[in-house]
Each structure stands twice: as structure tokens, then as C-alpha cells.
């Protein structure tokens, strides 16, 4: 089906932050599946990883334990707050059993027969039908109504607003279940959370036995910096769910959670797929090559480099360029609104260039390299963006 609007460029293969296409063109990657191929293509641990599970047992159901899924679980568990993993195969399918957790703990911890889930304007959760009802952009629920109930939106990042919506929502009965939020918003714009916020957000939530739950999955698996985004923001939260880098670019999504609100039994809720052996083992190999590797270190530094070579290019196209702003090696160049640039045509002449980018939203280009991206490879990148800057 005709749903997604693609460039002119086939791609057939590729190697750590390069990919080639069907004419053995080679463009740097700082798209990355967006923000998904953490180690890049083709990593060799990776490679491993599947070939060895493959060859030893790729798929069983549920029924049964799965040695690989026991132990990325542990690891998980082991680098995060939380206690308890369930996995599914993306981004959507991950917020739809947070918020189903969520539903649940409000009915049967709470009491609450209509629980609703606060969320925030120009965010992304995802294109099922509860995940599009969830996303706050009106562009992405068009003609998909009837919507799913229980929703409501409050602007990011700020604070009076939400309280009066809890205030008004809760003012005869509880009705807020949760707060759902990416610590930083990736699709919207590349707009990072407010630690102030955030912390504030997390002690209205513990005064009112609201559940905090955050995206992560743009934000998560080291892209910020740290291995979670809530890390940066200094703040736990109760659910909290990953998938995009979590497996470098096999199909997995998983919902974390503290011990506290797990009130899922067996039979609530399931995934034919879901922590599968062959991408756990995948997965695993992800995880345990970030620890390995010291990755996140180098998350930090490229980053640093790549917003400081960002803003040389600001100050070189200022009639172009209102903002760099990002984390790690999450980061946005925002073009300003009263020129007529948009971020597609960045992206484009990008590409002629030979640098793959990304916009999020209209007036935003985004940089989401693989993790492992090297210092020169972001020298050649900046290079090629203050090419495309100049044509455009
Ligand atoms: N949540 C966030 C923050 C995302 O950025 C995305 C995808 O871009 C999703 C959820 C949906 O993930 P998926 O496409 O794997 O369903």
C-alpha cells in the first residue's frame, strides 16, 4: 500500500555508519533506520548473534521459557529501575501494553472505571489505534475516528497546564490513570524535556498515585547519552518502554516496569513474536557490545562535537537556521519560519550530497547516527550539511 511518501534511492547494502545503494553509491547514514541502528550496519556481533541463535533455535512460543529472553530481560532489568519486562515487536505495540498496564492498575489498584491517560501535544506514541489516539498531533489521527477513549493533551513542558488538567479531570472522582510523555519529543520536533518538569511531573504523580510513564523509544538505549532518557532528566519512572535501538534494527519493542504496578496476570496479555529467541539473542548482543564498548562515552562525545559543529553551521546561515537543540546523538537543526526552506529540502539536497538525514516535522532536520559513529565521520557529515545548506 501507497503509505509511505519515499525518496528516489534504493538501498542494498551496508557497513557500520555507511549504506550503499543499487547504483554502489555511498551515503553516510545519520538516519539509522531512524534512530534504530544503534551499532550500526552490519556489526559483526550482531552477525554473530543471529547466525549462532539461528542455527541453535530461532522461534518457540510463550509457553515455554526462553533462555534468551530470561537474559535480556535480566540485563535490562539489571541496567534500568525497573523490575519487570514484557516484549513485543515495536515502538506502538510497547506503548499499547503500557497503556493497558496502566488501565489495568487504575481499575483493579484504584478503582477507577474510565481511567484517562494524560499526554502531551506534538508527541508521538505510534500508529495503532490507541497509539495514534494517544499521539497529541491531529495530522496523524485524520479520518481514523472513532479514537479511542481516554485521552487528553496538555502542552510539553509545561507545568500550570497540566495541573489544571488534573485538577478539572480529578475534581469529583480520580480519573487520571497515568502521564505519558517521551523525555524528549523526537517526531515533534526534537524538543527535550524540561528537567525541572519532569521532576515536578514525577512528584504530582507520587501525591496522586498517578503512574508516570515514558516513552523511550526514540530516547532510549543510550541515544541520549545515558542509557535511558529519564536518566538525563533525573527522575524514575513507573513504566517506561524502549524498542527502535533495543534490538539495532531486528523487530522488538519491550514495556518496563517497577514491581509495584505490575498487576498483569497470565492470560492478560501476549505476543506470538514477542521475545522471540532470535531477536533476544540479537537484542543481548546489542546490549552487552553498548556495556562492552564503553558506547555511551562516545554517545556524549560525538554529540558534543556534532551540536558544536551544528552551531558554526547557525552562524554561517543565520537567515536559515533559528536552533540547535538535542541530546547525545539526538539533535535538531530547526529552520527558521519566515524563510522558505523546509527541512525536506535540506534532507534532499542532503542526499544528492551523499548524507542521509531525516526531518521531524516541518521545519526540523533530524541527525540520529548509529551510536558508534566516529569523530571523523561527523567531521564529514557537517562537511556535506554545510554543502546542502549552501544549495538550498
Ligand atoms: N514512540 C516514539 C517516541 C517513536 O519515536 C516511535 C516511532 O518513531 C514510536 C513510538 C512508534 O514506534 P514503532 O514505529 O516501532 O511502532
Redesign the pocket.
Known amino acids: 500500500m501507497s503509505t509511505y511518501g519515499r525518496f528516489p534511492l534504493t538501498l542494498v547494502r551496508g557497513a557500520g555508519c555507511r549504506v550503499w545503494d543499487d547504483r554502489d553509491r555511498s551515503y553516510l547514514d545519520f538516519v539509522a533506520g ?2 534504530t541502528c544503534t551499532l550500526g550496519h552490519a556489526h559483526p556481533a550482531m552477525v554473530q548473534a543471529v547466525t549462532q541463535q539461528m542455527q541453535t533455535l530461532h522461534h518457540v512460543s510463550n509457553l515455554y521459557y526462553i533462555p534468551p529472553q530470561g537474559d535480556l530481560a535480566k540485563w535490562l532489568v539489571d541496567h534500568s529501575c525497573a523490575d519487570r519486562v514484557f516484549f513485543c515487536n ?4 510497547a ?1 499499547e501494553g503500557a497503556i493497558k498496564l496502566a488501565r489495568k492498575y487504575a481499575h483493579v489498584r484504584r478503582g477507577i472505571e474510565n481511567p484517562v491517560i494524560v499526554t502531551a501535544q506534538a508527541s ?4 495503532t489505534l490507541a ?1 495514534v489516539t494517544a499521539t497529541g498531533q491531529p495530522k496523524y489521527q485524520q479520518n481514523f475516528s472513532p479514537l479511542v477513549p481516554g485521552f487528553h493533551y496538555v502542552p510539553y513542558n509545561d507545568l500550570a497546564a497540566l495541573e489544571a488538567v488534573i485538577e478539572a479531570l480529578d475534581a469529583e472522582t480520580p480519573q487520571v490513570a497515568a502521564i505519558l510523555l ?1 523525555p524528549l519529543q ?2 515533534g520536533g526534537v524538543r527535550p524535556g524540561d528537567q525541572a518538569y519532569f521532576q515536578r511531573v514525577r512528584q504530582l504523580c507520587d501525591e496522586k498515585e498517578i503512574l508516570l510513564i515514558l ?1 523511550e ?3 532510549g538505549m543510550g541515544r541520549t547519552g545515558h542509557l535511558w532518557g529519564h536518566e538525563t532528566l533525573g527522575i524514575e519512572p513507573d513504566i517506561f ?1 524502549s ?2 535501538g533495543l534490538g539495532g534494527g531486528v523487530p522488538i ?1 519491550a514495556v518496563l516496569c517497577k514491581a509495584s504496578c505490575d498487576v498483569f496476570q497470565p492470560g492478560d496479555h501476549a505476543s506470538t513474536y514477542g521475545g522471540n529467541p532470535l531477536v533476544c539473542a540479537v537484542a543481548l548482543s546489542v546490549c552487552q557490545t553498548l556495556e562492552r564498548e564503553h558506547i555511551l562515552q562516545n554517545v556524549q562525545q560525538r554529540g558534543e562535537q556534532l551540536r558544536s559543529g551544528l552551531q558554526t553551521l547557525a552562524s554561517k546561515y543565520p537567515h536559515l537556521i533559528s536552533e540547535v537543540r538535542g541530546w547525545g546523538l539526538i539533535n535538531g537543526l530547526e529552520l527558521k519560519p519566515d524563510q522558505p526552506v523546509t527541512a525536506i529540502e535540506v534532507v534532499k539536497a542532503a542526499m544528492q550530497e551523499g548524507l542521509l538525514l531525516v526531518p521531524a516535522g516541518p521545519q526540523v532536520v533530524r541527525f540520529v547516527p548509529p551510536l558508534i559513529v566516529s569523530a571523523e565521520e561527523v567531521e564529514q557529515a557537517l562537511a556535506l550539511c554545510d554543502l546542502a545548506l549552501a544549495q538550498v
Not at 124 to 127: K, T, V
Open positions: 531512524i534512530a515495536s515502538g506502538a505495540e506503548n508521538f506514541h505510534g500508529r497509539t517521551e523526537g517526531e516513552d523509544v526514540q530516547t518502554t524498542a527502535k519493542g
